[in-house]
């Protein structure tokens, strides 16, 4: 459960995220909003990138903002980047250990990431270097990345960005079946809607980085500001 | 959509004896088994004259190999590698000449206070990269010009600068085990095989990965539990390391050593022939070795200037960059890649 309280952050005079209070207490969570709403703003706080000026973040009771970046990783927060980041000169097996080096003792690595690459079905191309990937290969390793040694929230920056509909379907169906197969819970930001909708059952929506309304995915989508908002419609 | 096809929903591995991480031994073992048929050919083929020019580029490559680390790995451009090597070069006759040791305690202490100077050098890639860092590597290695201009290289006189003063130059004592020329070589392609094997293990296992994540971007590797500090620092401070060792082992062949050998150009021409011999496979810093040292000698042999080289070099640089990024080593190994998918049918139309 992810519980936000009173977060402003303050670039100069702009403040992308203020006055911020909310709790996410789905499996898989969605972040919607306009350009500019400030969700990779928060998922930056989150993630120890950015300090915000004044606020509280709680993940499963624990505070958040005390822990450097470094130590949210070791504490089992993931995240992916709206470009993908697959190291090219690196097998995919490699770029899952590059992340498992720093989060789990040596004996427990080449469970967790074998574990990780049969979970996101690359296993058959494990040893395949990174530039050799396609795509929707490289947001695989992505995810298996964020699934290696024992992970308590995964947030995930557009992972369906440039891929098709029946890849992005399969990337669905991973990420739904994180929370039972890790224990892990998942914030998604995405602008496709569609995919929000069929992944989240719960949704938060920022608007001007104020908090536009939060609940379950359904009644967010269909909420006459949200659609004004974010959908365009009036 | 191309990922495998495997159902999917719960995690479908389960762990087995059978699951194995791909060994890095047998890399290692190559550049062991390279390094012997190259050392073995060199020293029997080899008059006086090319065993010394051959030497001299075997201990140089052992720096290339560092300053490999910091651009294949990194992407940092350090240009002061070359007075590194001078670093250690100095302290490896400062220490022998005053103490008398085995001559691996003044290699060592060379080394050491190369990676120490290596690490204080590599401060400025905590915040820098690119052009600034080139430009601030590159005024360091001027610095270290002016200081070995005005000291000098100690050449076993008495107190701390251990100037003879005209009383002749006293010479660095090879090892006890390598006092000959033939000897001393074989000694020489010993330490850079081990060199190289200590790097190339860096790269295939956690430092390399550690050092891959930082170079597609700090954020990633941070977000990855990378200590960013930490594993720059010790870049530098390993690549440091062999360069001292590369000084003294240069030290070691002639028995002394010329301060003027260690200008700031020649940091830029070591950097540019890193590029130009590969920087990404373990056998592109013997390659930038040999070009440094080789070519030049092969050119004074047939009775050219071997001052040419640098019109040379700049022309195999520009070549590089613009359409080998990964050197004379990547292309070799890009063919041997290709011909052995020949030889197993695997070729693809």
Redesign the interface.
Known sequence: MIELTNITVRFGGIKPIDQLTATLKAPVAGLIGPNGAGKTTLLNVLSGFVKPEEGSVLVSGVPLLSLSPLNRVKAGLRRSFQTEQVVEDMSARDNLYAIADHVLPAAERTQSVETALSFVRLTAVADVMGARLNLFQRRLVELGKCLVGKPKLILLDEPAAGLTDEEGAVLKDLVLAIPQAFGAQVLVIDHDVELIRAMCSETMVLDYGRLLVVGPTAEVLENESVRRAYLGEI | ??????P??????S?SDT????TVAFPLLLIVLTMAIFSVAVAFLSNAFWLSACTSAVALSLSVTGLAVLYGQLGLVSLCQFALVGVGGWVALRIGHAYHPPFELSMLAGGVVAALVGLVFGIPALRLRGLYLALVTLMLAGTFQTIISAWGFPDGGPGFLGRADGAGRAMLARPSMATGATAYFLYVCAMATLGFVVMQWHKLA?PG??W??I???E??A??????VLTYKAWAFALSGFFAGIAGALLAGNVGQLDGRAFSAFESLNLFALTIVGGS?NWFGALIAGLLLRAVPALLTDLGIDGYVTIGIFGVALFHALATAPTGIAGQISALIARVGRLFSGREAA
């Open positions: 959509m191309n990922a495998e096809a495997v999917m929903t719960q995690p479908q591995h762990m699951i194995r991480r791909p956690k990965r550690a891959a994540l170079r597609k971007g954020t990633v941070v977000a990855s539990g990378v200590n990404y």
